[in-house]
């Protein structure tokens, strides 16, 4: 039929960091698709595959997500970290292929179970799919790295916050030593402790090699709001090419009286937006 594209749908395992690349181009905000989280993920001991739907005729890439294969002694698991950027629409919509790919791919590689998550994930929805067990909604906020827009949506107690944190004389710290993962998972149990505390069902973060993996691999940085060479919060960032993603935090004690928190993440957005994400 003129004008309707002819889409397909393909797993590559293991792709070279190029094709991954490509794969980032076409969702730059979004830290699960780059090569550097997939390198994190590799490391982890885990298997890269790419879900992808491309144009059958000139090959193009349309639309896609990473994926990461674990295998355990009686199962093989699939986890998608952030589900693709497709909406159910027209018949030649990448939605109508993406789906059924990934389904065809789970039974074909014995996938004993298949976790779809959508972290970063701006478009579409995951439909219902064929033995479904478990759904949980779930919400993510986005916050506008310009300084104008960012401001604008402040409240007056968080921009009170925020000056109060700078009256401190609180600096904005960027690194990727990986000997602060320490600090930054005790920072992270004692807001983990202040929950537990007011009745949430929450619990302790362990040190694992997984926080070491994401600075190594270039997939994530620390930011942290210091003083006098003290920590009083910190934020694990995951980045991508044009924004980034919140992956942990925790503030101490004192860091929630003196305002740590808001100004941390108020200049960690003006210090990625100096980058150029948005």
């Known amino acids: 039929e003129m004008g309707k594209t002819n889409l397909r749908f393909s797993a590559e395992k293991d792709p070279a960091p190029e094709r991954v690349a490509e794969l980032s181009s076409l ?12 390198a994190f993920r590799t490391q982890l001991g885990e298997f890269p595959v790419l879900m992808l739907v491309s144009d059958s005729d000139s090959g193009k890439l349309m639309s896609g997500c990473t994926g990461f294969v ?55 929805m995951i439909p219902r799919l064929a033995s479904e067990t478990l759904r949980k909604a779930r919400y993510e906020f986005v916050l506008e790295l310009n300084a104008e827009e960012r401001l604008r949506g402040m409240k007056k107690g968080h921009a009170y916050r925020v000056r109060q944190g700078r009256r401190n004389e609180l600096t904005l710290l960027r690194t990727r030593d990986t000997r602060a993962c320490a600090g930054h998972v005790e920072l992270m149990n004692v807001s983990m402790a202040r929950r537990l505390s007011r009745g949430e069902d929450v619990g302790l973060v362990k040190l694992t090699n997984s926080f070491s993996a994401l600075l190594e691999t270039g997939a994530a940085e620390l930011f942290q709001a210091v003083r006098g060479g003290e920590v009083h919060s910190s934020l694990m960032i995951l980045l991508a090419p044009s924004g980034a993603y919140n992956h942990t935090q925790g503030t101490s004690a004192h860091g929630r009286e003196c305002g740590a928190a808001h100004f941390l993440i108020n200049e960690a957005a003006a210090s990625l937006a100096k980058e150029g994400r948005t």
């Open 27 to 38: 969702e730059p905000t979004n830290p699960f698709y780059t090569p550097e989280y997939v």
């Open 70 to 124: 674990r295998f355990g002694r009686f199962e093989r698991t699939l986890d998608i970290p952030s589900r693709p950027p497709v909406s159910v629409g027209s018949e030649d919509s990448p939605a109508v292929t993406m789906w059924p790919g990934i389904g065809a791919y789970c039974r074909s590689e014995d996938i004993t179970a298949a976790n779809i998550s959508s972290f970063s994930s701006k478009a579409g």
